[in-house]
């Protein structure tokens, strides 16, 4: 059933659709990621029409970022990634970035921890955010559940998230829609 959202006050929010996550020559490359390039991409020019926002985030990890970390360490977890001005942690060339979007900066999993996202979005009276990109367990469902605990409507989009494995996916759907959020397909949303 298609849900309809009002365009002025929606934002899609594209999570870290960059070379290193979605390009086969990526440092953390998963197909799975690639292939949600495409989904991604038809979202955001479907609401651009509509006359939604887009927002893009990146994860981008200066080389010294871990180094005198207690615990927290992505470099030790999943090896050098995304590293601060490197093609790896560019864009991909297949998103139609504009001057009005906005593209986030972030250093962790979490698209709203330290960066400027929260306050664009109130600015710009946005309540509710269609949420697409890569990893669907890792970056996508902490930033949809920080939005959720800032009140904002956080909607992942099934079919436009990338993941490691399938389990993973169903998972990270499946948790935020039980506990901070909803779903939905490309295909569902509307806007009026």
Partial sequence: MPETFEPTRTAVVVVDMQNGFCHPEGSLYAPPSGDAVEPVTDLV???REAGAHAVYTRDVHPPEQFENNHYYDEFDRWGEHVVEGTWDAELVEELDVREEDLVV??????????????????????DDLLICGTLAN????????S??????????????????EEEHREYALDHADWLFGETTTVDEVAFD
Wanted: with cysteine; proline share 2%.
């Fill in 147 to 164: 939005a959720g605990l800032r009140d904002f409507k956080p909607v992942l989009v099934r079919d436009a998230v990338g993941y490691l």
């Fill in 105 to 126: 900066e972030k250093h962790t999993y979490d698209a709203f921890y330290r960066t400027q996202l929260e306050g664009w979005l109130r600015a710009h009276g946005v």
């Fill in 138 to 145: 890792v970056c996508v469902l902490h930033t949809a559940g």
């Fill in 45 to 47: 020019a479907r609401a």
